[in-house]
Every structure is written in C-alpha cells, then in structure tokens.
C-alpha cells in the first residue's frame, strides 16, 4: 500500500467508513515491520481526533453475563443517540486461538447495528502486546466518531490491570453467588473497581441482597481505585434489561466527580504516559528477538538455563550483551 492509500485509511476513518476503521485496526494488529510504521503515521494523523468517547472497562468471569450486559447496555445507549465500540482483551486468547468475542453469535443485536462497532481481541502475542494494539484500536473508533467505548475482558487478574488502565471507568461484574466476591477480592480485581455491579438479580433477588452487602463491607476494607469516590455496587438483570438506567447514571456520576476534581484528565494522562513506556518495553523486547546475534545465542543459552548448567540471570547478561 503507498502513503496516498493511508491518507485514504485516515479520510475513511474520519468519515466514519467501517471498511477503513476495520482495515486500520488490522494494520495496527499486524506485526510486520513495515506495517507497525504505517500504523504509527496513520494513528498519529487521526490522534487529534480521539479522546471525545467514555471508555469504559468491563470485567467479569465467564458466564457472568458480560455479552448480554453488553449488548442490552449498547443497544440502549445507541437508542439515546450514541456510538457504541466494543473491543475485547482477552488474555486466554493467545492460548486457545478463540476470543471471548470470536463467537459471532454474541452479541447479535449489537453487531448488527449501524451505530456499533464490535472487534475481539487480536487472537496471538502477549498480554502486553494484545493491550498496546487494543488501546490503539479504542482511538482509531474514537477517531471514527465513537462516543462510547467498551472494553470486555475475562476476569481473570492480569488482564483487568491492562483494562483499568487504558479506561475512564472500570466495572466488575459479579454474579450472586456466595464465593464469587472472595475470589474477585482474592485475585485483585474488586481494588481497580470504580463501580460494581451484580447481574442475574432476577435468579434469586435475596442472594443478590446478600452479596451486595458483603461486598459494600469488603470495598469499604479496601482503598477506593479513585479518591473521593465511593464504589456504588448496583444490581441488574442484562437478561430483563433492569437496571441499565441506573447503571449510566452511576457512570456519568463518575464522570462528572473525576472532572470536578481534575482526577479524569489526570488519569488520561497518566494511561498515556504508561503506555509510552509500555510501548518501549514492547519495541526494546521485539528488537531484542529479532537481533542476529541473540537469536545465534539464543538455542544454547535456552538449552543451558532449562538444563540447570546456565544459572538465568547470567543467561540475561549475556543474551543483553549479544545485543550490545
Ligand atoms: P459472558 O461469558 O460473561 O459473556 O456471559 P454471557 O453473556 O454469555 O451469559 C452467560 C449466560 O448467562 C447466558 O446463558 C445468558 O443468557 C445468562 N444471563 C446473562 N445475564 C443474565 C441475567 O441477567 N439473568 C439471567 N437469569 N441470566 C443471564
């Protein structure tokens, strides 16, 4: 492709052409050399026009209702008039080839609509490089004119660091279950927490209840993810579309106490220069593996330090210094 071809991608995104933003966002996924440069100019011409969406990260475990809470939630906020993306990091992805939004009957309404834009998680890489290309996908929809941005992830730990850091607001969803709070608190999740909310409430409304008590205790034990705010945790039923209502308004609740005391812009910025250096990392680790002199180095040094002669730290040095 010739630059005349990206000015195009970047007038497409502009416009709003879904063929552009999906081209767009797979060169930024592809990890050619050549193509990572050209997703660099292109991000950079659309990049005065991002940052005018909500982003807002969901989490929860399998099965707890993320898709169907995403889907009534969008297709709701698309009949208030708004643009609703939907991206997915999903660190099992990598492992299993699938994506927790691969399946293409999820999300069915949704991903039918004009107004929304749904893309899984790029299905190879790390964690890390599965995040960077995620955070660029959110700007290049926010360039194309997309007011809400979703990003759904599996609520498994790691992951929901990467979420709350490239989000205004992050959500646990929990379900009713005895246990389930213990293990969110137990793997860190329920600390990055800016809202909670309960789906299923129409299974069991007592149990719900319950939950959500034990769950205001334990956030109060905890330190809040952002100052001055209290976590609201809040009941719903994706599958009875209840709930929803109350939901956004805790999030512009949210908005408008961040922005009051300039925590929003602060957070922002704080992503962006984060991701700065989460990027060098990614750029010195993929100039490192592709280095002749380490990749020369590399069978015998991997060989020593998985048989036990080769202790790994001096394994490091010397694969640094092949670089050197
Ligand atoms: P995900 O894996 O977190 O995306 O969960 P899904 O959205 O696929 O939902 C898992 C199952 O829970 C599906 O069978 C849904 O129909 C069901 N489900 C989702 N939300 C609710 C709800 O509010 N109430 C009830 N009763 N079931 C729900």
Request: glycine letters at 10%.
């Amino acid at each position: 492709m010739t630059v005349a071809n990206d000015s195009q991608l970047v007038d497409g995104v502009i416009a709003g052409n879904r063929r552009a933003l999906a081209k767009t966002i797979t060169l930024i996924e592809s990890s050619r050399v050549d193509h990572q440069a050209r997703a660099g100019d292109v991000l950079g011409a659309l990049l005065p026009r991002t940052g005018r969406s909500i982003r807002v990260g969901i989490s929860g475990v399998p099965g707890v209702g993320k898709s169907t809470f995403i889907e009534a939630l969008g297709m709701a906020l698309i009949g208030r008039g708004h643009k609703v993306a939907v991206l997915a990091i999903d660190p099992s992805s990598s492992l299993t080839g699938g994506s927790i939004l691969g399946d293409k009957t999820r999300m069915e309404k949704l991903s039918q609509s004009p107004d929304a834009y749904i893309r899984p998680s790029p299905s190879s890489g790390s964690l890390g490089g599965v995040a960077a290309r995620t955070r660029e996908a959110m700007l290049v929809c926010e360039a194309a004119g997309f007011d809400v941005v979703i990003v759904e992830t599996v609520g498994v730990g790691q992951s929901e660091t990467a979420v709350a850091g490239m989000t205004d607001v992050f959500v646990l969803l929990q379900l009713p279950n005895a246990g389930d709070d213990l293990q969110a608190i137990k793997k860190g999740i329920v600390e990055l927490a800016d809202i909670v909310v309960y789906n299923k409430c129409d299974i069991d409304e007592t149990a719900a209840g319950r939950a959500m008590q034990q769950m205001r205790g334990a956030l109060h034990l905890l330190r809040a993810a952002s100052a001055g705010w209290t976590v609201p945790v809040l009941k719903v039923s994706a599958l009875q579309h209840a709930g929803l209502d109350e939901f956004w308004v805790a999030i512009q609740r949210y908005q408008e106490a961040m922005q009051a005391t300039g925590a929003w812009e602060a957070r922002r910025s704080r992503q962006a220069l984060d991701w700065m250096w989460a990027l060098v990392d990614q750029g010195l680790r993929s100039r490192f593996e592709r280095h002749a002199a380490v990749r020369a180095a590399l069978p015998d040094v991997r060989a020593a330090v998985a048989a036990g002669t080769l202790p790994a730290s001096a394994a490091a040095l010397r694969l640094l210094q092949a670089m050197d």
